[in-house]
């Protein structure tokens, strides 16, 4: 699942999702489609938070004032 990307990850998601809602989905196949959905849950907010981290990171490096070293080549 770690090479899924996120795109992936949501599609095949919202497939698991349309399968547990088959009401002709047997028990022992939906326990295991919730599994699956609960890791691919996971694998989507992990890439999530990463992503929002390096949006962070990008958002500080442009907030910050630039030195003086920095001004002399402007």
Do not use: W
Request: aromatic share 4%.
């Amino acid at each position: 699942m770690e090479n899924l990307s996120f795109e992936q990850s949501l599609n095949r998601l919202e497939k698991v999702v349309e399968a547990m809602e088959d009401k002709e989905t047997p028990l022992e196949k939906s326990i295991d489609l919730f599994k699956e959905g609960m890791a691919l849950s996971k694998h989507c907010n992990e890439i999530l938070g990463r992503l929002e981290g390096e949006i962070t990171l990008l958002q500080q490096d442009l907030t910050e004032k630039p030195t003086s070293e920095d001004e002399s080549y402007v």
